[in-house]
């Protein structure tokens, strides 16, 4: 068994130590859930405190949905997955379709290919759709050991955190399976996928003082099968497309705000449209930061030795 080789982000206060439950990265922040005040809070890549979001409910797992621009989270019981938007304000619910009506959801992901969710509990995990029109597809069942975390980074490679102390992390997929031990005094309580299989622990130390852990890139259990620099083409190509979007939105929020000066002189209504432009702007500027870091993907990928095609994508070349 392999120990990992990890960076300490940051320690959170003692005083929400064992609260914080579930753990999301959308490239930019972390969000970690704290169920029992029904709140998320929002935390830079410095592990500074930026915000706390007030929730309808307390949520047990969280991640963010790099396509649709939403989190999805999990309450502490049911089978229930709840779409909050950016804001973590409760937008749309699907009821899981499982043949286990009484697990326990313990982790959530998006996952990139397919466009599902991929969901875990104690005994399984599964694909399910984003809506409730079909059943959860298991793709592996569990015998004993507990899985507290689950995480998509590379075409069917899950992470999970499992043992029953949460000491360890396994990799599973493509018919192949690794572990990797944490540092004896680290239990790990949620995982979220950053870039370049970069993979985020929420853990604590000594079963208390809560802390981020960045571990460094543990690898697929088998090379991808990909042409890099056609896929750093495709990235470059959609960034271009929705900084199009945004300038068009920002040039829309201008528009406004010259219409509104010279058609009111309400100061109380001014400030309002201010500050709905205000926030506008700050969505755009989490935007940039999230198209500034796939960028930085794609130059690593420009950078990085293309593997040996399979068959299949020969054929498609």
Known sequence: MDVLSFEILCTMAEDVDGRYSGLAFDG???YLTLPSRNEIH??????????CLQT?????????????HCFWA?????QCVYKLDRRCTEIDCIQVMS?????????????????????????WIALTPK???????????????????????CDRAYYLVCGMYGDTITTVGRGQERMYALPAEYRAGAIAAGENGTLYVLAGKHCRYPCIIKCSPIGCPKPCPIDCRRG???IIKSIASIEVSLSHILNTEGEKLQKALECSDDIGALLKINESIRETIIGVTHMEHVLYDKLRLAESLCRTPNPRPCKRCQNEM
Do not use: H, N
């Not at 309808?56 to 649709?68: F, M, W």
């Open 28 to 30: 930019c922040f972390f």
């Open 131 to 153: 809506t409730s029109t079909q059943k959860a597809t298991i793709l592996r069942e569990f015998d004993g050991a507990i899985r507290v975390g689950v995480a998509d980074l």
């Open 232 to 234: 750093a083409g495709e």
């Open 42 to 51: 929002m935390f830079d890549m410095c592990c500074q405190k930026i915000d």
């Open 99 to 123: 043949e286990d009506p009484f697990a326990v959801l313990t982790g959530i992901s998006c996952m990139s290919d397919p466009d599902d969710l991929l969901i875990a509990t104690a005994g």
């Open 74 to 78: 999990t309450p502490s019981c049911g």
């Open 56 to 68: 309808t409910r307390g949520y047990e797992a969280l991640c963010y949905d790099s396509r649709s």
